[in-house]
Structures are given as structure tokens and as C-alpha cells.
């Protein structure tokens, strides 16, 4: 008698499928042992528990020293404050491992290195780079972002948050929402609209540590999205800050939006990486699953289907790498990098449906990976810049015409 099939069969091994147009022929030596390595990671600390963690809505913490000893934390710090000095590119195929595996892992990666340590980087003091970068690296401080705002998400310049000069320091007051990494971060970088003596009112970042008199944190744990990336609220209720607490280079919403431009080239290779994940569960399972007598992956329909998905990750392969190397050259600007992450996000959302639906009903079981992308994508699809803003990001480059009101 032919034995039974098992009721709740168990997902496929790790697959990778072959890179269709050889774009990885486009990348050093160097760049691809890196990619490598942090494969190897990701397949060995988080895929076979990553289901788990997800269903549980829980970030695993105990990958954090590992993301600081594998130099994943800040990879385009300098050497001189404790990072590894790693190119945009090397940049890009970090976060694009680390979201093969899951958007909430590359988001907590992405926020501390481009939302926290980049603004510390691009708009602190000395000293203030010299404190807080290395202890960032090595994952010993945590750090989030906060600009969003209960009423303003598209439009950070409406904030109403301030920061007043006060007995020589600062009195923060307001209330921040959604910032990435909020229930365990030491630290925040708050965006406020400054009441100083010398200062015209302008937009400035301040780092603000999350155990001061006046701060609250108020976790977000009923998400249907990202459920491994821990989410926040937090508010400042007269927060008493040291002079030394605003990043004294920072100034107009331009210091924000420069820190989201950073994050968002990241989304551009991540969610290239969830796509690809989504490719490799699709067509494995397309080979193997049997209907009509035949695997479904000899039927015309699943063809176009794979076909249709392999053309959207070789694009986003493409214009992930063009950025890159943009990046590390002439330099990208925010309306490309507009186009990358519009583009690579919604190609994302496409084909982790389409895999989704290749599978089934399996399709919708925890441990399958292709749904989880699918909800996490959208949130990346609203985070960093929602889809709509970056098309007018987009059209404003190319009209001169500005459509946001
Ligand atoms: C999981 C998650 C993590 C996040 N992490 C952070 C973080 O770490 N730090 C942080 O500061 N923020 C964070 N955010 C916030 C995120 O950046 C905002 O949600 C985003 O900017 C959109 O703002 P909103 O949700 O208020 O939407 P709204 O601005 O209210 O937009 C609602 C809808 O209206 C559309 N819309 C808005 N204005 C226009 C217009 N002029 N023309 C046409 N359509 C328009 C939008 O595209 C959208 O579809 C996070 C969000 C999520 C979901």
C-alpha cells in the first residue's frame, strides 16, 4: 500500500536559485564572500527559528552581539569610531541577507545604523561620535528614531514636538510614534522644533537616553505586520536635556530626510532579498507538488507566474546594485533613491503574493515563509516614505513641480 503523505508536511530545505541574468558577475570578490558569510549566519541563528518568533512577536535580542562581532551594525562607519568602513554596496548585500530572512531583522539593523548612528555620524560633535558609535557597533547601545508623530507621518515639517533652551539646557516636549527598536533601545534620537535663545525655530536632533524623568515608552504589540521588530510610542513629558544633548550640526527637516534617504537605499537591497526568498520557496515547491499527475511547475500557468517574478527580482537586482555603485561613486540622489525603494518595495509585495498563491494552502501556514514577507512588506511599503511620497519625490524631479498639497 502507497503510504500516506503527511497531513502538515514540513517546508522545504534552504534553496537557492540560480541568479537568471549573472548580475552577482557585477560584484568583487570581496563584496560576495561578505554576502556569503552573513548567509551563513542568517541560515544557521535565525531561518529555523524565525516562524516561531514571528507567531510570538518577539525580536530574538540575543542576535545583537553577533550582528556587532560580524560588523553589521553601522557597516558604513569609519574605522575610527569603531565601525568597519564597509562600502554602500557591502552595505546593501547585509541588508539584503538579513531580510531574505525576515523585514523585522534588517529593520532593527537598518535603524541603528541609519537612522541612530548615521545622524550621529553625519551631524554630532566629536565627542558625541567618539561616546556613542563604537558602543553602537558592538551592539552594546541600542538606539531608535523618532520623527513620526500621532498627526504627522508624511509631513514631519508639520511636528509639533519642541525642544525650549532652559538653565542652559533643553525641556523636550511632545510625543513621538512608531519608532523601530523603541521597547529596548538605551537611546533616541528625537526630531523637535526648537524655542532657542540663538537658534531661529528650526528642526533639530536631539539624543535623547530613554531612562530619563519625563520619558515613556509605550510598546505597539498588536501589529499584523513586522511582528519580530518591536514597535513604539514614546513621550516626552518636559524631558530636562544637557546642552549637549542636540546633534549641533543638524538643522531643517533636510537632517532628517537625509537619515530616512540612508534607510531607505537599505530597504532597496532588503527587500530584494525578501523577493528573492519568496522566488526560491515559489519554485522549489513548484517542482515538487504534484497535481493532475504532474509537478504544478509543468503546468503553463505556474511558467508565467515564475516567469513574471524571476523579471521583477533580476530588475530589482539591477537597479539595487546601479544605486549602489552610485552611491559609492557619484553619489545617488534622494529622487533616485526615491525610485529604487518605490520600485523594489511594491516588485517585493508582488512577488511575495504571487509566491504566496503559488503554494496554495500551504501557502498561509507558519512555516512557509512567503506570507510573512507579504505582511511585513507592508509595512516597508508605508515605512521610510510611503509608496505615494516617493512617487511624488519622483514627479517633482522630473516636473519641477512639487504635488504634495
Ligand atoms: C512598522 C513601522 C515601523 C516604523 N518605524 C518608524 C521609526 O522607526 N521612526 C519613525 O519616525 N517612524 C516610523 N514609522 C512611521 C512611518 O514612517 C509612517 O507611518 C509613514 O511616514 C507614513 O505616515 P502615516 O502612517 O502617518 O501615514 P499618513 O501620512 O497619514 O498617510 C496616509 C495615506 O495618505 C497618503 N498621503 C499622505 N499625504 C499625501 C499626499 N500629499 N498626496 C497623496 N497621498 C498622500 C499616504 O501615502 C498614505 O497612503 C514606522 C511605521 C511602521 C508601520
Not at 82 to 94: A, F, K
Not at 217 to 239: G, P
Not at 392 to 404: K, R, S, V, W
Request: hydrophobic share 40%; with cysteine; aromatic share 6%.
Amino acid at each position: 500500500m502507497k503510504p500516506l503523505a503527511p497531513l502538515h508536511p514540513d517546508p522545504l530545505p534552504a534553496f537557492t536559485s540560480p541568479d537568471f541574468l549573472g548580475v552577482e558577475g557585477l560584484l568583487s570578490a570581496e563584496e560576495l564572500a561578505l554576502r556569503d558569510d552573513v548567509r551563513a549566519w542568517v541560515e544557521a541563528r535565525l531561518m529555523p527559528r524565525i516562524s516561531e518568533l514571528y507567531f510570538a512577536g518577539e525580536f530574538p535580542a540575543d542576535i545583537v552581539p553577533d550582528l556587532g562581532r560580524l560588523g553589521l551594525l553601522g557597516p558604513t562607519t569609519p574605522v575610527e569610531y569603531g565601525g568597519p568602513g564597509r562600502s554602500s554596496v557591502m552595505y546593501g548585500l547585509i541588508m539584503q541577507e538579513l531580510e531574505r530572512c525576515d523585514s523585522g531583522v534588517r529593520s532593527f539593523a537598518s535603524v541603528q545604523s541609519s537612522l541612530v548612528m548615521y545622524p550621529i555620524r553625519a551631524f554630532g560633535s566629536e565627542a558625541q561620535k567618539r561616546h556613542w558609535l563604537p558602543q553602537m557597533a558592538r551592539g552594546e547601545v541600542i538606539g531608535c528614531f523618532g520623527l513620526t508623530e500621532p498627526e504627522h507621518g508624511s509631513n514631519p515639517a508639520g511636528m509639533i514636538t519642541d525642544a525650549t533652551e532652559a538653565d542652559g539646557g533643553w525641556l523636550l516636549h511632545g510625543r513621538k510614534k512608531w519608532l523601530s527598536n523603541g521597547p529596548s533601545a538605551d537611546v533616541a534620537v528625537v526630531w523637535a522644533k526648537t524655542n532657542g535663545s540663538d537658534d531661529p525655530r528650526s528642526i533639530r536632533g536631539f539624543l535623547v537616553p530613554t531612562d530619563l524623568p519625563g520619558v515613556t515608552v509605550h510598546r505597539i504589540d498588536d501589529k499584523h505586520s513586522l511582528r519580530v521588530s518591536e514597535s513604539s510610542a514614546m513621550s516626552f513629558d518636559q524631558v530636562r536635556l544637557p546642552a549637549d544633548a542636540i546633534l549641533p550640526e543638524s538643522g531643517g527637516v533636510k537632517s532628517p530626510l537625509m537619515c530616512l534617504n540612508q534607510a531607505r537605499y537599505g530597504i532597496v537591497w532588503g527587500t530584494l532579498g525578501a523577493a528573492m526568498a519568496c522566488f526560491d520557496e515559489a519554485l522549489q515547491y513548484a517542482r515538487q507538488r504534484i497535481m493532475f499527475d504532474k509537478p504544478i511547475a509543468a503546468t503553463q500557468l505556474q511558467q508565467e507566474r515564475l516567469a513574471d517574478m524571476i523579471t521583477k527580482v533580476t530588475n530589482g537586482q539591477l537597479l539595487a546594485l546601479q544605486l549602489g555603485r552610485l552611491k559609492d561613486g557619484p553619489g545617488a540622489s534622494a529622487a533616485q533613491i526615491s525610485l529604487a525603494k518605490r520600485h523594489n518595495v511594491d516588485m517585493a509585495c508582488e512577488v511575495a503574493r504571487e509566491a504566496r498563491r503559488l503554494l496554495g494552502a500551504n501557502g498561509i501556514l507558519g512555516g512557509w515563509h512567503s506570507m510573512r514577507h507579504m505582511a511585513n512588506l507592508e509595512s516597508v511599503y508605508t515605512y521610510e516614505g510611503t509608496h505615494d511620497m516617493h512617487t511624488l519625490i519622483i514627479g517633482q524631479a522630473l516636473t519641477g513641480e512639487a504635488a504634495f498639497r
